[in-house]
């Protein structure tokens, strides 16, 4: 979502979870997608992640839909509409669509980098089993860390990409890096059901512990 139509781009392409050419919507499932040669379950593809439809362009016109995964099984997928719940909104298989060229890029790597450096920064340890209110799953809100979290992955994207060139990435990374400091500034994770459970962590105030 923050990254609109750049997430295919800053996606590289050797991070593709599957891709193919021969995907179809029937009529009767509008929002799932089969393909004959792709097993999407055996290439690791998972809820929540992205599939991009390019073909045929009277249906994906332009850079083509970005659509987010709801379930996988076997050789389909069923889709949804990016932060909207399933069966909501114009389906993108209406009416039936054969031929459908599609692709499932992923920053994972990136993500997984990015999540471990915030714990570090703010002494979150999921291997500390004795102490709940210090478990990532204990963190009372975690749209802030999650937020800082997606704007260091667009941050570090977007300066390998402004490399090449590609239109006005260097005037983005600019702007996502001011909102990278503002974040940083301002989280403070809380821990337990109620936010109070143990003192906040923020950037100036944690530590590292084990």
């Not at 889709?79 to 599609?102: K, T």
């Not at 500390?128 to 994207?157: F, H, N, P």
Request: hydrophobic share 35%; with cysteine.
């Amino acid at each position: 979502m923050r990254a609109g139509g750049d997430f295919p781009i800053l996606c590289p392409a050797w991070q593709r979870m599957a891709a193919g050419t021969d995907g179809s919507f029937s009529p009767e499932s509008p929002w799932v997608l089969t393909s004959a040669s792709v097993n999407f379950q055996a290439n690791g593809v998972a809820p929540n992640q992205v599939c991009w439809l390019t073909q045929p362009k009277t249906s994906f016109p332009g850079g083509g839909t970005l659509l987010a995964i709801d379930s996988v099984s076997g050789n389909s997928i069923t889709l949804r509409h990016a932060h909207q719940d399933l069966y909501i909104g114009q389906p993108p298989g209406a009416g039936g669509v054969p031929l459908v060229q599609f692709a499932v890029p992923t920053l994972s790597t990136q993500i997984e980098e990015a999540s471990y450096n915030i714990k570090r920064r703010f002494a979150i340890d999921d291997s500390i089993g004795s102490d709940v209110d210090r478990q990532s799953s204990w963190i009372y809100d975690i749209r802030e860390l999650r937020e800082a979290t997606v704007l260091t992955v667009l941050l570090q994207r977007y300066l390998q990409e402004a490399r090449t060139e590609r239109g006005d990435f260097d005037k983005k990374v600019q702007r996502i890096r001011q909102e990278l400091d503002d974040v940083l500034a301002r989280v403070q994770v809380r821990w337990g059901p109620f936010g109070n459970s143990a003192e906040p962590s923020t950037l100036f105030g944690c530590k590292l512990s084990r």
